[in-house]
């Protein structure tokens, strides 16, 4: 069974930091990678980031470049989302979910139509 589990949400003031899990189990990225978008209330998705599997290329939304880091422990099967210097306007449900790889060019992918495999994670930006 394919397995996308998020965790690390919470409640976090503003300028403060936390760091997502995403627990990949029974899933065959081979040479994509895991990437994470959010949802918002009243807003539409919005993809933040991609970790290529294999070759360890990056991908960062604009809106959250400089901010937020992903990295991975390979051995644990753990994806992570590092968001830092978080602002309200960052409050969401975060999701991680297979993407392409980025690669070195310029990255292209519909975060719209990726499939939401996990629960999510809430982080709720507030003093």
């Known amino acids: 069974q394919v397995h996308f589990v998020e965790s690390g949400g919470g409640l976090v003031q503003p300028g403060g930091s936390v760091r997502l899990s995403c627990l990949v189990s029974g899933f065959p990225i081979g040479d994509d990678g895991i990437g994470w978008f959010r949802r918002a209330p009243g807003k539409e998705r919005e993809g933040l980031s991609c970790?290529?599997?294999?070759?360890?290329?990056?991908w960062y939304a604009e809106s959250i470049k400089g901010r937020f880091a992903v990295s991975r422990d390979a051995a644990k099967n753990l994806w992570y989302l590092q968001l830092n210097s978080l602002r309200p306007e960052d409050t969401a449900i975060y999701y991680c979910t297979p993407c392409p790889r980025p690669g070195t060019g310029t990255y292209r992918y519909r975060w719209n139509e990726a499939q939401v495999w996990g629960q999510g994670t809430q982080v709720t930006v507030s003093s």
């Open positions: 970790l290529g599997n294999y070759d360890g290329t990056t």
